[in-house]
């Protein structure tokens, strides 16, 4: 854990440019014409999800493919759904009736660009198309594309992200460790895992080896979320590229509400050798995936 | 054509049933403990699902198996699933930086009763369910799996319901007939087709009778769309459970608006007609789909 490893940079150029030439409009002539007034539509979508960002949960499941022994560009059809999908929350959970911000990254949200209207339904398009990306362009066969748009589903549903923005909004001032850890494992735990599954499900290993994996993708959600809420206290303006101290101006709980500054680092820094261990019980080249927990744990935005 | 067939009431049934019985939260007992506080997110969905209805679509998908010579149960879980996103899109469709509808139903909208950013989430988390029945409960396969999300996603991104919805919102006083049949083929014609698609997806005949399946699909949808449009018009506030004359207060062309009611009156007639002249020409025991078209004809509400 001394020197940082530097940021699998192959990888995230790989899903940038992916993510850069996907055609969200039909494909059939016909059906292209029909869709003619709905590039307004495409061009909210694309605002928010080429707005830069280190791709984290796409590299997350490329990195793990790589660590499978498989080509990661393989799984890039539905890492990239992966990215739409997170995307799209972004953009719903910025909505004036949710936590109503302003900018993201350093742009203004995609409401505030291109009015309320199309926000929702740029979120819910991105949506949709993932769903379409791993039907039409995931390979590996229908069984593989099926399992990941279970993992998919179950991750982005009640039992997960969609799930977790509930508790997240409905639980403010709930200021327990139970309900935090909740809020967490639901709202980011479960798509990060479910970069992991996904994966998983491309190039399944011996069960005993897929279980390290999973607690390593837990262990790298706790620490994500960890680190998110020291940054909302501690982090810079200009570098997140939103305000600060937002969550506890809401009342809600945080890590560093809760345990105090010091103890959140404390555990933060527990997280990140956790998942380091787990990794060094993972043959293969981990390397990727070591990169990637030491970026969580060191990230300033 | 003279007397209505009756509504294909075993089909609504099973489907209500159906629907009625779906479980939202997690299966594994671990993972329902940690969705522990999503109830209001699951209430707020169910309040909107289970508002009644003739549950047109997946009736429509069922009728179509039975048609095709196949056991409509086999279907069920991709009818419903088609059930959840209409209902998801009219949930997003009620927001105030939307419609803005109060009613449904002669119900208070979702957003009314559960507050908005509940609204929002449950319309996301309806879409996310539906995806995982089509994973986890869809029979025949996981190449039949893939290819109803395929037809479902197309139907529902942004070529689809998605779109349609943007168009509609964007094309507000583009009074012609160009833009009008646009609007209506991606805001409800395509959701309309999916479930036609999903049903020949499982039970596939000779192209020839494919195609003249898609055709009376693509009548149904325009015949849908004339006689709601007619309803906005001339329809009863009591029956219709919302407020009549909305779209044209906010200028939106209808079929009423551009052709005058006594032309769209004649072309719901002539969609009516030209439906039954397909199911005609189609093998096996098309009277429910008969009957479906008869009640959407026919329609107070």
Chains 1, 2 share one sequence.
Do not use: W
Not at 198 to 215: F, G, M, N, S
Not at 223 to 246: H, M, R, W, Y
């Amino acid at each position: 854990m001394s020197t940082p490893l530097p940021y699998p940079e192959h990888l995230r150029v790989r899903v940038e440019e992916y993510l850069r030439e996907i055609d969200f409009l039909p494909i059939a002539p016909n059906e292209r014409d029909e869709a003619d007034g709905t590039q307004g539509l495409v061009e909210a979508m694309r605002y928010s999800l080429l707005a830069g960002g280190k791709r984290f949960r796409p590299v997350l499941a490329l990195a793990t493919v790589e660590a499978l022994g498989e080509d990661p560009g393989r799984l890039l059809p539905a890492a990239a759904a992966l990215e739409l999908i997170h995307t799209y929350s972004l953009i719903h959970d910025d909505l004036p009736a949710m936590d109503d911000d302003d900018l993201r990254r350093g742009k203004p949200t995609c409401h505030k660009a291109f009015g309320e209207d199309a926000a929702i339904l740029a979120g819910d398009a991105l949506f949709a198309e993932a769903v379409r990306l791993v039907c039409e362009a995931q390979t590996g066969g229908p069984a593989v594309q099926i399992g990941i748009l279970s993992q998919i589903s179950r991750a982005t549903g009640v039992g997960g992200m969609v799930g977790g923005q509930f508790l997240d909004l409905r639980d403010a001032g709930l200021q327990s460790d139970e309900s935090l850890r909740r809020v967490h494992l639901l709202k980011t735990g479960r798509l990060i895992g479910a970069c992991v599954e996904c994966a998983l499900v491309l190039a399944p290993p011996a069960p005993k080896i897929a279980a390290t994996y999973r607690a390593f993708a837990h262990e790298l959600g706790l620490l994500f979320q960890i680190v998110d809420d020291i940054l909302d206290e501690t982090g810079s303006e200009d570098l997140l590229g939103k305000p600060i101290g937002a969550d506890a101006r809401m009342g809600k709980a945080t890590y560093v509400s809760v345990h105090g500054l010091a103890r959140a680092r404390d555990l933060a820094a527990e997280r990140h050798h956790h998942a380091h261990a787990l990794l060094d019980q993972i043959p293969g080249a981990t390397d990727d995936l070591a990169s990637l927990a030491d970026h969580v744990a060191q990230r300033q935005n």
